[in-house]
């Protein structure tokens, strides 16, 4: 057992140089959502635009245009909808009142099924005579809010409509860009055809991949926190880090996606994307440059150099019944649309290695799971005990070692875990944790991560979106593991309870390199 005794809070002082200073305005536009009746348009990119709007992050002047299959209605009465959509959302009444006005008179709506070619050429038509009167429109962005299985047939129509042309040069103007959001395929083979599809249409800088992991604050903090603080980089490799832990547990089952879920399961849904994300950019190299090229082109070197992972030493689990905070819930199989004896994994826990000159033989532990103990996103750097201990700890207790820990969420910050002399006149060693938490450190309220990524898509910037070769790169991580899951049915399932931390062999996996997990602690 290791002791953490006090912790401290860090405060945020002095004036910090910044990149981008304020917050940037795009060139005019017209964002067309692709399925704005769907789940994503109304929980997080209608509320987004509507607060970039409130903060000043969109044009001087746009206009958002919804397509959504179903019956025909009017602009206003889209209007009404969205106003109740944006209620519903975290939206207060007196910031609706502030901007709605404004922002309402801008929305427009066109009807019909993405799959009938007639919705696009309606669609063109709406676009043509709305973009006229937008005086100086820089560009159109189409964000597809639908099921990844439509993409390249919707992508495919967009250009043969000609909604969607290909622009040769990112400064030629009217731009013209396609949002899609990940899964980006099935696996590898997948993935590869709808990247040949889209590159027939346009090229590789009108294509906005959202992994909206890449959005949250603490996730680009990490680049920050790496590059622009020497003491952290100096001691950020093989020689002072012992491993690295990353996790995303949540106390969620599926919800109401277990039809999508039951064909996805953990790696797709997390691993491929959100997880093997934020492993890129805790071991990446320092980019020539804060650009999307530079920073894209040192994450895909890290993701070229994980080894192979054995797949029979990853570890899957799936949730049975149990309680979270006090309420019963049920297990995997039994959630709506899923399968009674589904095999598809809910938990998995597997080991990477980096092997480069900065991490070789530094394990990258790394589990995802749902119906876990406590919902908390985060990245531990551990790093090695010191040679010799001089100090006793407490009695029964060894001496911590340091762990830098990135909480992604709940409560963004980062703490630091480090050893410190007990008052009195025994030579007595503690640790104690240093804890700097955003919203109390800043005072700031936290944004949602689409709101980063519309705006970026709204001003060309693609560092935080994933390129085309990083998409591959990661399906070739764990396109083995998936295969070799496939094959070999699971020997019992479920295996883990609701409520609980995930399945023992987890557990295993770390003592196995004498590690153990952190505990899934409420924050
Ligand atoms: C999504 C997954 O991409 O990310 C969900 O499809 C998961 O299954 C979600 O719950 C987690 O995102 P966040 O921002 O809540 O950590």
């Known amino acids: 057992m290791t002791a953490t005794a006090v912790v401290t809070p860090m405060k945020v002082t002095g004036e910090f140089p910044v990149v981008r200073s304020t917050m940037p305005k795009p060139g005019r536009c017209v964002v ?66 502030t901007g709605w006005g404004e922002f309402g008179k801008r929305l427009y709506y066109v009807a019909g099924d993405l799959g009938s070619a007639e919705v696009y050429a309606n669609l063109r038509k709406r676009v043509t005579e709305i973009s006229t009167t937008i005086v100086d429109l820089q560009g159109h962005l189409f964000h597809l809010a639908l099921p990844p299985s439509l993409y390249a047939g919707v992508i495919r129509q967009l250009a043969s409509s000609g909604l969607l042309t290909k622009v040769r040069d990112p400064e030629e103007r009217p731009w013209v860009r396609v949002v899609i959001e990940k899964p980006f395929g099935h ?99 320092p980019p020539t440059a804060f650009a999307a090229d530079p920073v894209r082109d040192e994450k895909v070197k890290v993701l070229r150099a994980i080894r192979p992972v054995n797949p029979a030493t990853a570890v899957r689990g799936q949730y049975g019944p149990g309680r979270i905070d006090g309420v019963t819930v049920p297990g995997y199989r039994q959630e709506e649309r899923v399968a009674a004896d589904s095999r598809t994994p809910t938990f998995a826990a597997v080991q990477f290695a980096v092997e480069n000159w900065r991490w070789q033989g530094v394990p990258f532990f790394v589990r995802a799971g749902k119906r876990l103990a406590a919902g908390a996103t985060e990245i531990a750097i551990r790093f090695r005990r010191p040679p010799l201990m001089l100090f006793p700890a407490e009695e029964g207790e060894r001496l911590a070692p340091n762990v830098l820990a990135l909480r992604i969420q709940p409560r963004e910050g980062i703490s630091l875990c ?106």
């Open 187 to 285: 696996d590898g083979a997948s993935a590869q055809a709808l990247q040949r599809g889209a590159r027939r249409v346009m090229a590789e800088h009108q294509l906005y991949r959202i992994d909206h992991y890449l959005g949250k604050e603490t996730v680009q903090n990490l680049l920050v926190l790496r590059f622009a603080n020497s003491i952290f980089e100096t001691v950020w490799n093989r020689h002072y880090v012992e491993h690295v832990q990353i996790t995303a547990s949540e106390t969620l089952g599926v919800e109401h996606r277990g039809k999508y879920y039951e064909e996805a399961g953990v790696v797709r849904d997390m691993f491929q994307n959100h997880l093997l994300q934020l492993l890129t950019l805790t071991a990446m190299e």
């Open 32 to 97: 067309v959502i692709l399925g704005v009746g769907g789940d994503l348009a109304r929980r997080k990119l209608l509320p987004a635009l509507y607060h970039l709007f409130l903060d000043g992050g969109m044009p001087d002047d746009f206009a958002i245009i919804g397509v959504e299959r179903g019956a025909s209605i009017t602009d206003e009465a889209f209007r009404s909808g969205v106003a109740d959509t944006l209620t519903g959302a975290d939206i207060s009444s007196a910031q609706l009142q």
């Open 418 to 523: 480090f050893n410190v002399k007990v008052p009195g006149m025994a030579m007595q060693a503690r640790a104690v944790e240093m804890d700097f938490a955003y919203a109390e450190g800043f005072g700031t309220e936290d944004h949602d991560a689409y709101e980063t990524l519309l705006l970026d898509a709204m001003l060309g910037d693609q560092t935080l979106f994933m390129r085309s070769d990083e998409v591959e790169a990661a399906w070739g991580i764990v396109d083995p593991l998936l295969a070799y899951w496939d094959a070999q049915a699971p020997e019992r399932f479920p295996n883990y309870a609701a409520g609980s931390s995930g399945p023992a062999a987890a557990d295993e996996l770390l003592a196995a390199a004498g590690a153990t997990w952190r505990p899934l602690a409420k924050q």
